[in-house]
Nanobody, 124 residues
Framework: QVQPVESGGGLVQAGESLLLSCATS????????MGWFRRAPGKDREFVAT????????YVADSVKDRCTISRDNTKNTVYLQMTNLKPEDTAVYYC?????????????????WGQGTQVTVSS
């Protein structure tokens, strides 16, 4: 059974940083692109970033482009999302997802497996 598991969320103050991790089991991790999405209270799910299977291509949403970096370690079956200079509007549940193919996109329909999410709360 494929199971992405996110960790690293928490309560931080504006301007601080967080590193989110997502460990995935049950598949050949290095064959799949990975993505991060988020859902803020009362809002639709929003794409954050994606990374290709070998990790050589990334795409980050314009809204967080200067503050978020996605990376992966295929030896650890883990994808990361480094977030810096956090703002209150970054408050959301962050989800990682496994792409159907070796690259991901901003479209949620291209992802087959989703984690349960990790809460990030940024206070002003």
């Amino acid at each position: 059974q494929v199971q992405p598991v996110e960790s690293g969320g928490g309560l931080v103050q504006a301007g601080e940083s967080l590193l989110l991790s997502c460990a995935t089991s049950g598949l050949t991790f290095g064959d799949h692109g990975m993505g991060w999405f988020r859902r803020a209270p009362g809002k639709d799910r929003e794409f954050v970033a994606t990374i290709s299977a070998p990790g050589d291509r990334t795409y980050v949403a314009d809204s967080v482009k200067d503050r978020c970096t996605i990376s992966r370690d295929n030896t650890k079956n883990t994808v990361y999302l480094q977030m810096t200079n956090l703002k209150p509007e970054d408050t959301a549940v962050y989800y990682c997802a496994v792409a159907r193919y070796n690259v991901g996109t901003s479209y949620p329909g291209n992802y087959d497996y989703w984690g349960q999410g990790t809460q990030v709360t940024v206070s002003s």
